[in-house]
């Protein structure tokens, strides 16, 4: 790990020089009136004889800029900034030799706000009472990205290209919405469709880190909105892209999706499909030592396995859009996803006291998943007038249908001949069936000097999980002690409220409450155990956010939310590794709750730092390590954990380095505390911690660019499990062509195959050590292609069941 800290100091010195720009072009700098500097302004190179714009730049920190490649002409400089009048250059005819445009200086405008935002162009990042807002539309820091790179410049934005994911202050399962609907996609997927997507069609984007009273309470790592241009054009357009990697010991993967959009005359539609097969592997090296009546025993594990995963999914949506102000839509989607284990070999050894080998087993195992997915969606929505009073209303219907498969043998063995008991062959079928039902209402009323916003919502959820074990003795036979049948279900009633407006021009509120009523039942009903809970929560939020100036932004918020068990979680039944090591699911978990504060500072609409505090009650632990030591078993399951407390320090900032040269930089401080009471003894554990990020992009000639970034992860504790450092770097290189509409890439992950996973717990009778190494060293290359009129936009919306959906699909809400 020496070598990735090495890396890392070497990636930072790199960036503190500064590069200087080359070549002939037209530069300059820019000036507020007074002499003093103005940072990051907008710079446009307009045409003389009609004033349209040829090149945007954004000004370095200094007020600098220099637009290169200019064709020989006559030209106008000007510069523009929120809060100043534009200022405009004399004419200048431009023959290909360098010319230097005399300062711009730009005075203070003194008109009214309304004024001021019809005039001046939006700096390109602001902070709202509730959320961080973008600007991508007239930027010319994104002119030419994708939405994907934009998003790499945000604050506190983390794209792990990795894995394609997206992490909002450090923390995983990010809502992404489009024009304020969630999109109905996997995180791949829309990854996918975020490389795709030019910045140009994008109008800004919203990071709402402390979701208010309006969005379900579930859920509290955040919300990013993407909201497009509006037009009115027809026609078709459409995107495709094909990709295929190799990871380490020769594992492929490919991929490929082709979308479609058109709209004409009252009706548009939508079509999605996307395609991934690959394979992969998973090594493991788990060390226990079990204590019973004064001795010791030791297992030494080491285990291997190959996997293949296919995923299939598709989307279809319509609206009809029946006057200016009422459109119906309907859409449906769905995926197949097959994930085969053809071979999984655990060798373990088994220590006494001495440390003397006193047997060995190996235990194969041949497993396979297969999850269909089917989803629809009808919706509504009315707008009243002009003014922001509408209302929406959607009803969704989602199946999951699922087969699990597992098949174990194991074989003792004894240090010289013989077997200390005999093998065991066992067979497992898990069948699931999980229905989901919703109905959402939302309405937007303009009140006084700010906006109501009031809706319903209600869902039901039903689950039956059918697990049956077999253990073949001459013949197959039912095992009555790890076979069980699981059903669940649960209805969630929702209502809030929600008010914002303004106390002056500097500062504005937000106010909200929502109250969520829960029914759940689960009933094991080979155990005969029932657990029935019924319980209200309010959920309250509330956010202030003040101007102190115009480099000063200050905003502070509130909110309190929860996390409700996964289905899956919730299941007794059991997963084994081998005959001693498996996981069993807790019927009895409870939801955790969050109270969450959050400070935001951004200075100059660019550096943008982050205090927030979180405390969570009953918290959430996986993979938390249970004993039967004297069966010398070993199991993990999910626990509730007393408390949580969590303080974390985020500075984000996207740095123009020169025209050419642009890094982004996140950089996060952790402070993590767990207390609760567990196997009859405190657990009382801190730790601080650290996440960076970190990204360079060189442009270079001809529409190609490098990029080379770096991601650590410091030492840290989650649940009972505390983890080693871990990190690695990437390496990139891509060029457009075809008139910017298609684009190849070539990107590099990990390319010295740092990035493993080390862990371990020793606390009271529990001592586990865990290593574990993926194919995180892939080579990978990309083509995607835009074609058809891209100002097509239609409706993209998701489903009122996305947060239930991410339920049955593993993660926790």
């Known amino acids: 790990m020496k070598s990735v800290t090495a890396a890392a100091i070497l990636f930072l010195c790199c960036n503190v020089t500064k590069a200087q720009s080359a070549g002939n072009g037209i530069g300059g700098k820019v000036r507020q009136s007074n002499r003093e500097e103005i940072p990051f302004v907008n710079v446009f190179l307009l045409k003389s004889t009609d004033s349209s714009m040829v090149k945007g730049v954004a000004a370095s920190e200094t007020g600098d800029y220099l637009f290169d490649n200019v064709p020989a002409g006559s030209y106008l400089v000007m510069a523009s900034m929120v809060g100043f009048k534009k200022g405009y250059s004399r004419q200048l005819s431009y023959d290909g030799t360098n010319i230097t445009v005399p300062e711009l200086l730009l005075s203070p405008d003194v008109q009214s706000l309304e004024e001021v935002k019809v005039v001046a162009l939006k700096p390109f990042i602001e902070q709202e009472v509730d959320r961080t807002i973008i600007n991508v539309e007239n930027s010319a820091v994104s002119a030419g990205s994708t939405a994907l790179e934009v998003l790499e410049r945000s604050p506190g934005v983390t794209v792990d290209q990795q894995n394609d994911r997206l992490k909002l202050r450090g923390r995983e399962g990010v809502i992404v919405q489009i024009d304020g609907k969630q999109t109905y996609l996997s995180e791949a997927e829309l990854v996918s469709l975020l490389r795709n997507t030019p910045s140009d069609n994008i109008e800004k984007i919203e990071l709402i ?13 955040g919300i990013i909105n993407i909201k497009f241009k509006k037009n009115k054009n027809y026609g078709t357009n459409g995107n495709v892209s094909l990709g295929f990697g190799m990871a380490d010991q020769k594992k492929p993967r490919a991929n490929g999706m082709l979308s479609l959009n058109q709209r004409e005359g009252k009706i548009s539609w939508n079509a999605t499909a996307n395609g991934f097969q690959g394979k992969g592997f998973n090594n493991q090296h788990i060390t226990r030592v079990i204590p019973f009546e004064g001795k010791n025993t030791t297992f030494n594990s080491v285990s291997k396995s190959d996997w293949t995963s296919y995923f299939y999914s598709y989307k279809l949506g319509v609206d009809y859009y029946v006057d200016n102000k009422t459109t119906v839509g309907a859409m449906f989607s769905g995926f197949a996803n097959k994930w085969e284990n053809p071979f999984r070999t655990t060798n373990s050894d088994i220590l006494d006291h001495s440390q003397q080998l006193e047997q060995s087993f190996i235990t194969s195992i041949v497993a396979s998943n297969k999850t269909n997915n089917l989803t629809a969606n009808v919706n509504l929505k009315h707008q009243f007038n002009d003014k922001g009073k509408e209302l929406t209303f959607d009803v969704d219907y989602v199946r999951y249908n699922q087969k699990g498969y597992n098949f174990m043998d194991t074989r003792y063995s004894l240090p010289e001949n013989g077997s200390p008991r005999p093998d065991e062959i066992l067979r497992s079928n898990m069948p699931a069936v999980i229905n989901i039902g919703v109905a959402k209402l939302d309405y937007t009323q303009p009140l006084g000097k700010g906006k109501l916003e009031t809706g319903l919502k209600s869902s039901y959820v039903a689950s039956d999980n059918d697990m049956r074990m077999e253990i073949f003795a001459d013949v197959w036979q039912i095992d009555p002690n790890r076979t069980n049948r699981f059903k669940y279900s649960e209805n969630i009633n929702a209502a809030y409220i929600n008010y914002s407006g303004k106390f002056s021009e500097k500062t504005k509120f937000q106010l909200g409450v929502r109250a969520e009523h829960t029914h759940s039942i689960g009933n094991s009903v080979t155990l005969s155990q029932v657990n029935d809970r019924n319980y209200v929560n309010l959920f309250p939020s509330a956010f202030i956010s003040h101007t102190l100036d115009s480099s000063n932004v200050l905003n502070l918020s509130y909110s309190y939310r929860l996390d409700r068990p996964n289905y899956q979680s919730l299941n007794p039944f059991e997963y084994y590794l081998d005959p001693y090591t498996f996981q069993r699911g807790n019927p009895n978990l409870r939801p955790q709750y969050t109270h969450s504060f959050q400070l935001v500072h951004v200075f100059k609409s660019f550096l943008n730092t982050t205090l927030a505090y979180s405390r969570i009650t009953d918290l959430i632990a996986s993979e938390v390590p249970q004993l039967v030591p004297e069966k010398n078993i070993t199991y993990v399951t999910h626990e509730n954990l007393d408390h949580q407390n969590y303080l974390s320090l985020i500075v984000s900032a996207p740095i123009p380095v020169t025209k050419w040269w642009n890094l982004q930089l996140n950089a996060t401080g952790t402070y993590n505390q767990y207390k609760t009471f567990y196997r009859n003894a405190p657990y009382d554990v801190s730790i601080f911690s650290y996440n960076f990020y970190g990204n360079n992009t060189i442009k270079l000639p001809k529409e190609w660019s490098v990029e080379a970034g ?75 292609y835009r074609f058809g009129n891209q100002n097509v936009k239609t409706r993209q919306r998701s489903t009122g069941s996305d947060d239930l959906q991410q339920r049955a699909s593993g993660g926790q809400n």
Do not use: C
């Open 209 to 221: 880190t402390n979701p208010s009273a309006k969005y379900d309470a579930a859920g509290n790592s």
């Open 710 to 784: 770096l991601w650590l992860n410091g030492p840290n504790i989650f649940g009972l499990i505390r983890t080693s450092t871990m990190g690695s770097p990437s390496l990139g290189v891509q060029k457009n062509f075809w008139n910017k509409k298609a684009n190849i890439k070539l990107n590099v992950q990990d390319p010295f195959a740092w990035n493993r996973f080390k862990g371990e717990t020793h606390f009271e009778d529990i001592n586990l050590n865990i290593y574990s190494k993926w194919p995180s060293r892939q080579v990978r290359v990309a083509f995607s």
